[in-house]
């Protein structure tokens, strides 16, 4: 499933963009379903690159890691640690804990890139991390538009983008709707990211229920 070696652009910067207006920086969802599903982007983005697997046998699902070394990203690194560290916790668990801090991590992350500019304040109000090039930032999306326009299966790393917007309830940012389509995306995966994108799903849904 070796999809991304870490090196190559981040699933979780194209998902972070797809999520964020890409002309101002703003967010395009709650936060905190914005947090959660970057979660599982990480995750996702581990998975691909075969750090981490699942672990079907345990109830609830685990995760565990597969390769210790480094990442080369210090994001994924840190999150490759607490996995390791800690294989006890059930999937649902690391997306809750993840996505406390994911948004200003991947910030950071792509501001040290120079794909997000740095917020700036305008008197009294703090504008939020623009994109610094805006063609850039709209990319990923226009790709999964395209991809459901045509009706042609997409990469499996924008079948995982397609699997996470729909996990979050967020299908609405894309232009081109077509439920059927995403759903069929997202089951041409490996069962393991499915049953990653179907865990953010149900954490999306308990906090959606929580905040009413």
Known sequence: MAESDLSSPSLVDDLYFVLHDNVTGHPLLHP????LTLAGAVLAELMLAERVAFDFASNPERLHATVREATGDPLTRTV????????????????????????????????????????????LKQQPAAPADINTAAWPLARLNLAVQRRKPPAVRDCV????????????????????????????????????????????????????
């Open 80 to 123: 490759l640690d607490h996995v390791i560290a800690e294989p006890h916790h059930p999937v649902g668990t690391w997306l809750l804990f993840f996505a406390r801090t994911i948004h200003a991590d991947v910030t950071a992350r792509m501001i040290a890139a120079n794909l997000l500019k740095p917020p700036v304040r305008h008197l």
């Open 161 to 212: 983008l397609l699997g996470l917007l729909a996990a979050a309830g967020a299908q609405r940012i894309l232009s081109e709707h077509d439920p059927r389509f995403v759903a069929a995306a997202t089951a041409m995966l490996p069962v393991a990211l499915q049953r990653l994108i179907a865990q953010t799903k149900v954490a999306v849904g308990e906090a959606v229920i929580s905040r009413r």
């Open 32 to 35: 905190r379903l914005t947090g």
